[in-house]
């Protein structure tokens, strides 16, 4: 019963590796070049902070996904299969990926006058004062992209990019060195 598990999650390990290695891949090559050709700067920007969001969140999810997974084989085999190139595979791909992200990480931006987003959870709330808000949030927003322009917008795609090539050079060694491990396993 436990080789049928061990072999699952090495299975499962090595194809989230594999898949975040191919999403920082398309990443850096396809999406990323692709955004800079975007007809005006405020949607490209909008675009990068919703690509930058949900890469982040499937990156993690993979990274963790990979690492629990290969660590749970190591962990379930018998003392003759606990192979190191599972505890490298998880430092590489769970450090390596998060330690990426750490070190090309840019400064938070601080927000522009201190201006405090009301969210309608207040006494007298009623349509016209929704409203209110509603126009207020986007008045907000038009600020923020008046700011923004091509040059700014092609410095974060550029970053980005750099990030992504890191983390598919870091998560491809690791990948490959799952496979590798695998193989070794078989004969």
Not at 35 to 58: D, E, I, N, Q, V
Not at 86 to 113: H, Q
Not at 138 to 146: C, F, I, V, W
């Amino acid at each position: 019963m436990w080789t049928r598990t061990i072999a699952g999650a090495k299975f499962i390990g090595t194809i989230s590796l594999g898949l975040l290695t191919g999403l920082s891949y398309t990443h850096t090559l396809l999406t990323l070049p692709s955004l800079l050709t975007l007809p005006s700067a405020p949607l490209a920007h909008t675009t990068l902070a919703r690509l930058r969001s949900l890469t982040s969140f499937h990156a993690s999810l993979l990274a963790a996904t990979a690492s629990a997974s290969l660590f749970l084989a190591y962990a379930l085999a018998p003392p003759r299969g606990r192979h190191p190139y599972l505890l490298w595979t998880v430092m590489i791909a769970g450090a390596g990926s998060a330690a990426v992200e750490r070190v090309f990480a840019k400064p938070p931006e601080e927000s522009k006058g201190g201006k405090v987003v009301l969210d309608g959870r207040g006494a007298g709330n009623d349509e016209d004062s929704e409203d209110y808000e509603h126009d207020r949030e986007g008045e907000e927003q038009e600020d923020a992209m008046e700011g923004v322009n091509g040059e700014v917008v092609r410095g974060e795609v550029e970053r980005m990019r750099k990030v992504e090539g890191w983390r598919t050079g870091v998560v491809g060694a690791a990948f490959a060195m799952a496979v590798v491990g695998i193989w070794g396993d078989v004969f």
